[in-house]
């Protein structure tokens, strides 16, 4: 059985490779999409959260 620490570890690799595949979509597009960097936005302050 899984502490929730490991929990907590993977869903913030989750994220961190989420937030990897939103950055390098928003690098590649001409006009940023707005809903594109809410959502960066959003995953980032989850990790953080996780992280702290």
Do not use: F, N
Request: hydrophobic share 45%; no cysteine.
């Amino acid at each position: 059985m899984m502490t929730y620490y490991e929990k907590i570890h993977i869903a913030r690799r989750e994220l961190e490779k989420l937030r990897a595949e939103l950055i390098a979509k928003l690098g590649t597009q001409d006009a940023r999409d707005t809903d594109l960097l809410i959502l960066h936005e959003r995953v980032s302050k989850a990790i953080s959260a996780l992280s702290a």
